[in-house]
């Protein structure tokens, strides 16, 4: 072989690639989301959420076989946020006060 | 697939093996840290959000306290602070970091495979430990303050 193949155009997907290329965006998106749940909120939901979407498009693009658990990682990590959120603002509002570490 | 036998040699291994090993330390700082400073007491840890805004606690409460227990050899108190991250979340954190450092320093290990099954069964088991550990009966052994 003495001529390379051009590498594919970002952004484009591979004709016939991979099918599991992409499914780490999935694990991850569920990783975050859980831990988005587990008192991080926000600091691992948005990524969970941007990881999620990621991961849906990707198995809509045939890289990768989890779309499922990216949807419920992208889920976990609105739950998360939508939790935290909510706790701030309540916290701004003066309704509610810290006394103890309980994380 | 590239047919290179030892993921090793390959020219990005170093960043393929950066991340997950960048992350492992970050945790084992991090753990460290909880370890010396003391989160039964307020101050050098912010407080759960959840539980300040509600008054119950969330699936991580007493997560960084059972962590604290744990690293100073106190097994009994990290399960009274938080059964749920002692039993599941830190085997699970561990079982995940190595399989991660070893799946891109070998060949022989594929990348995790989680099933559709279990990316929804742990969510709908932390809803139930969400509700379960803030009822009356069973607060004394699952939540932080029984």
Request: proline letters at 9%; one cysteine or more; hydrophobic letters at 45%.
């Amino acid at each position: 072989m003495t001529q390379v193949p051009p590498p594919p155009p970002m952004g484009m997907p591979p004709v016939g690639g991979d099918p599991n290329e992409k499914n780490k965006l999935g694990v991850w998106a569920l990783v975050l989301g859980i831990l988005s749940i587990l008192c991080c909120g926000f600091f691992t939901g948005i990524p969970a959420i941007i990881l999620g979407i990621n991961g849906k498009k990707a198995a809509e693009e045939g890289r990768a076989s989890n779309g499922s658990l990216a949807n419920v990682g992208f889920i976990l990590g609105i739950i998360g946020c939508a939790l935290s959120v909510l706790g701030f603002v309540l916290q701004a509002a003066g309704v509610l006060t810290y006394d103890f570490s309980t994380s | 697939m590239s047919s290179v036998s030892a993921a090793v040699t390959r020219p990005d291994a170093a960043r393929r093996v950066a991340l997950p090993v960048g992350v492992t330390a970050v945790l084992a700082a991090a753990t460290a840290y909880t370890g010396i400073r003391n989160p039964h007491e307020p101050g050098f840890f912010p407080s759960c959000v959840f539980y300040s805004a509600s008054g119950y606690y969330c699936p991580g409460c007493g997560g960084l306290r059972a962590v604290h227990d744990l690293v100073n050899g106190d097994l009994a108190g990290a399960l009274q602070m938080n059964p749920l991250v002692v039993l599941g979340v830190i085997p699970a954190g561990i079982f995940l970091i190595g399989w991660w450092l070893l799946s891109v320093t070998t060949d022989r290990v594929r990348p995790l495979h989680i099933p559709t099954w279990v990316g929804i069964a742990i969510p709908v088991a932390l809803g139930a430990y969400w509700v379960v550990r803030n009822l009356e009966p069973f607060a004394p052994y699952l939540s932080p303050g029984g």
